[in-house]
């Protein structure tokens, strides 16, 4: 696929899509430069920046079908338009939809007031992100958290002697050994992307000295037995991307979760733990911390009249 004026996006582009990604304020967790980054590698994303706008431009990598992403930056209505005809050409030669991805829903009035497109907006429930109250996770106070209280309590009797560590890039091999452990496990291939995250944290520790990559681990007995990795989104709210633990120690994840949020994250009021996929395993812990709402990831396809 080629795209005239993109170019493939890259780890160089991240100070211009941080800037660009400042501007509009995204909540939807995809649209961090760190989530980019670590998974780009299943989209091969072309850039296109237009107006001071920066869209993705995607052929479907080994995830979905060809798209465009929601433009980062300040959005108009003409800025749009004007980007959906840069890329209208695009999708025509190949006969592909043209399918607008990753829209928060304050870019809805955007889409319906379009002069010279209709947009058929939709949103799968499954790809919605969880949003947490950040105190609550941090202090696991009240009724409603006295399970994870528990969970904790339990980790901390059990293994007093544990010791807790920001985020490094040399704890590399340690984690992905961890990832590893997990694959090795559920007999999945830790380099099929759509199988395992085991690339996508390898990629985030990599670039790491070039992002803002906050996070945390855990070791017991001098052993790394949990790792977290997340970003600062929009200031007042964290982005968890990656959470691992080793289930063989009683309420770890719990540790991990709330010791991650209180050193490396203190400032935040919100907390965005992404999507459950609809595995419902993981849809059940995500409901478990007791989300306060969630962010719909509204996608659109788009009818020139």
Known sequence: MHCEGCTLFSIEDGPEYARCHALGRSEISDHCLNSRIAWNAGFYYQRIVLE??????????????????????????????????????????????LRLMYIDAAGLPLLQGLQQYTAAISYN?????????????????????????????????????????????????????????????????????CGSDYRAVRQLFREMPRLDVRGGCIRIDGKLAAFALGSLLNGDTAVIHFEKADAAYDGLYAAINMLVLKNAFPEVKWVNREEDMGIPGLRKAKESYNPVRQVHKYEAVLTRI
């Not at 992403?69 to 959005?75: K, L, Q």
């Not at 704890?171 to 961890?178: D, F, G, R, T």
Request: glycine content about 4%; aromatic content about 14%; overall charge negative.
């Open 52 to 97: 001071d706008c920066f869209s993705l431009l995607s052929n479907g990598g080994i995830f979905t079908t060809p798209h465009l992403t929601w433009p980062m930056g300040f959005v108009t209505p003409g800025k749009l338009e004007r980007l959906l005809d840069a890329v209208y050409p695009v999708f025509a030669a190949r006969s592909w939809p």
């Open 125 to 193: 429930p499954d790809f919605s992100d969880y949003i947490y109250d950040a105190d609550l996770l941090r202090e696991l106070s009240g009724k409603a958290m006295h399970k994870k209280r528990n969970h904790v309590n339990r980790f901390l009797r059990l293994y007093p002697d544990f010791t807790y560590e920001p985020i490094r890039q040399d704890h590399q091999v340690e984690a992905l050994a961890l990832v590893q452990a997990w694959c090795d496990e559920k007999q999945v291939d830790c380099l099929n992307l």
